[in-house]
């Protein structure tokens, strides 16, 4: 089993920016696809963004795209978010999720947190305005 925790949340002016970090433990982190996920106070779970664990395809929520760049350095077992021009509404708890499957090439179902096996606690992300 997989264990995440997230870190780099805080408090940022909008327009600012901030990168999370996701450490990975166990050999075959590597291997698998992950994902970050956020929660907004009062609001469901959504998704953000999406990477497959060769780099190969990513995936963003539409209100991301262009600001927000997923990314994950294999060899030191770590995912990361990129978030540029942050914006009030992207105040949330996010978190980062692993498929289980392990060299999984597809990507069906990557927006649904019931895809994922393994979550984070979770990093806070209060932006202002």
């Known amino acids: 089993q997989v264990q995440l925790v997230e870190s780099g949340g805080g408090l940022v002016q909008a327009g600012g920016s901030l990168r999370l970090s996701c450490a990975a433990s166990?050999?075959?982190?590597?291997?698998?696809?992950m994902a970050w996920f956020r929660r907004a106070p009062g609001k469901e779970r959504e998704f953000v963004a999406f990477i497959t664990w060769n780099r190969m395809r990513t995936y963003y929520e539409d209100s991301v795209e262009g600001r927000f760049t997923i990314s994950r350095d294999n060899a030191k077992n770590t995912l990361y978010l990129q978030m540029d021009s942050l914006k009030p509404e992207d105040t949330a708890v996010y978190y980062c999720a692993a498929d289980l499957t392990r060299y999984n090439s597809g990507s069906v179902g990557y927006a649904l947190p019931s895809k994922y096996e393994a979550w984070g606690p979770g990093t806070p992300v209060t932006v202002s305005s």
């Open positions: 166990g050999r075959t982190s590597s291997s698998y696809n």
